[in-house]
């Protein structure tokens, strides 16, 4: 086993509870990390703690976000001293949390997929509970929550507490924290979701666009106060999470079927400007009214006008879905090259 006594760990003290029903498997942990040089020894270290008694073969995937600080030195000089199973994915600038995920779950080779923050707020001692219940109860995802969140109230829990409803409300995916970014996922799902933007913060209502959400679940998770360096995030997500939101609610409903939102709207705005419009020629006709100077006049023209507008980017839309799903689709991201793995190489199996 992997000697982690070296390490001053500033996280409680634990103890690894592994299940004894675990079924073959192989593990990935997939860690985006962005500046965080204090945190790359603690963090592999609670790792290695939760998961070195491991019945079957794991890795950790390690995904610098293009870090300014001693980020990659750091984990360079971790991952040749604990093993081939410690790989690092360097990200050539900083593409963000979604792509830095993203690149991990491309480079991840287990058939279960963790995720999970690099700031040591999220617990690795977490994950056997976790796989457990994923591989136990057959499901494809089951999701952190944070019930006994160590964060401010005002600026972290407050805007938390409403974007997780308002999301669960809207996806119909019903979860209470969809912000924590320890999870477990079968690699068979989550390799056919593919992340971009700022997409991980609806992960599970991206999933669900691929598997049932009976087969999504949470658990809760150990939360820890942030120790060493600086938070990512600020209040002003509060709004990007908006924006996200309707564009999820968009793709999920009309993904593959984008001239019925836009067609819908465009028939409507059509149906009211023709509607006016024969109100007024009725009123031409019969009475001999002047409507020519009318704001309804004006205003029947721009509702025929923006129906007709809304009717033709509906196709649009419609022939850029086609391209899309009869296409490639390009990376988020730019790595540095590495050196292939065997299926056999970089594995860390437990001592018999």
């Known amino acids: 086993m992997t000697d982690v006594t070296q390490y001053d760990s500033p996280l409680p003290p634990a103890k690894a509870e592994i299940p004894a029903d675990l079924p073959p498997h192989r593990l990935s942990v997939v860690v985006p990390l962005y500046n965080e040089e204090d945190n790359v020894d603690p963090l592999l270290a609670r790792i290695h703690l939760a998961l070195d008694g491991y019945p079957y073969p794991w890795e950790v995937v390690i995904v610098d976000d293009g870090s300014s600080d001693n980020t990659v030195p750091n984990l360079e000089k971790a991952a040749a001293r604990l093993g081939p199973h410690v790989r690092i994915v360097a990200l050539m600038r900083n593409f963000k949390q979604t792509a830095a995920m993203q690149a991990g779950l491309d480079a991840a080779r287990g058939d279960v997929i963790v995720t999970m923050d690099g700031d040591l707020q999220n617990d690795p001692i977490d994950i056997p509970r976790m796989v457990g219940r994923l591989l136990r109860e057959d499901l494809d995802l089951v999701a952190g929550w944070r019930k006994n969140r160590k964060d401010g109230?005002?600026?972290?829990?407050?805007?938390?507490?409403?974007?997780?409803?308002?999301?669960?409300?809207?996806?119909?995916?019903?979860?209470?924290?969809?912000?924590?970014?320890?999870?477990?996922?079968?690699?068979?799902?989550?390799?056919?979701?593919?992340?971009?933007?700022?997409?991980?913060?609806?992960?599970?209502?991206?999933?669900?666009?691929?598997?049932?959400?009976?087969?999504?679940?949470?658990?809760?998770?150990?939360h820890h106060a942030r120790m060493f360096g600086e938070s990512k995030y600020g209040i002003s997500r509060t709004f990007r999470v908006i924006l996200d939101l309707i564009f999820v609610y968009f793709f999920m409903r009309f993904r593959t079927r984008p001239g019925h939102f836009f067609g819908g709207i465009g028939l409507g705005l059509g149906a009211l400007g023709m509607l006016i419009l024969t109100y007024l020629t009725g009123l031409k006709l019969f009475t001999g009214a002047s409507i020519g100077t009318r704001p309804m006049f004006f205003g029947g023209f721009f509702f025929v006008i923006a129906g007709i507008q809304m009717v033709t980017t509906g196709v649009l839309a419609e022939l850029l879905t086609r391209v899309y799903f009869e296409s490639g689709q390009s990376q988020a991201y730019v790595a540095r090259e590495t050196s292939p793995l065997d299926d056999g190489q970089g594995w860390h199996s437990a001592k018999v």
């Open 153 to 222: 109230m005002i600026l972290r829990k407050i805007p938390s507490k409403i974007a997780n409803r308002l999301i669960a409300r809207i996806t119909g995916v019903k979860l209470q924290d969809y912000g924590c970014s320890l999870k477990a996922f079968r690699a068979t799902a989550i390799k056919n979701v593919r992340l971009y933007g700022e997409m991980h913060r609806f992960i599970p209502a991206w999933l669900a666009t691929v598997t049932t959400p009976r087969k999504i679940a949470q658990e809760v998770v150990t």
